[in-house]
């Protein structure tokens, strides 16, 4: 198990930049995929991207690829989204989600770990 705490998020004009950080505790944060979801108001929670255990392989939702990047820091404990070409519907709040592995995957889906979430807001 690890615990996953979410920062970086803001109120910010279309087409700015953001970074969200997710720093997880423990010693296995390697042995994790890592994840973005985000929700918006009203709908359900949504897979936003991916990344692999050494970050070799990432996976994107189709609405934010060429946009956002995922990247990680396995020495912090890390993992980041940068978000640029910001739009209001990237208003949401984001969530940090990790799933344990012994695979090199970016998997989509069955995320067992979540962050609290942090609220990232985009003026239009």
């Known amino acids: 198990q690890v615990q996953l705490v979410e920062s970086g998020g803001g109120l910010v004009q279309a087409g700015a930049s953001l970074r969200l950080s997710c720093v997880a505790s423990?010693?296995?944060?390697?042995?994790?995929?890592m994840a973005w979801y985000r929700q918006a108001p009203g709908k359900e929670r949504e897979f936003v991207a991916a990344?692999?255990?050494?970050?070799?392989?990432?996976n994107y939702a189709d609405s934010v690829k060429g946009r956002f990047t995922i990247s990680r820091d396995n020495a912090k404990n890390t993992v980041y989204l940068q978000m640029n070409s910001l739009k209001s519907e990237d208003t949401a709040v984001y969530y940090c989600?990790?799933?344990?592995?012994?695979?090199?995957?970016?998997?989509?889906?069955?995320?067992?770990?979540w962050g609290q979430g942090t609220q990232v807001s985009v003026s239009s």
């Open positions: 989600a990790g799933r344990y592995t012994p695979l090199p995957i970016a998997p989509l889906v069955g995320y067992t770990n």
């Open positions: 423990g010693r296995t944060f390697i042995n994790y995929a």
């Open positions: 990344i692999s255990r050494s970050g070799d392989s990432t």
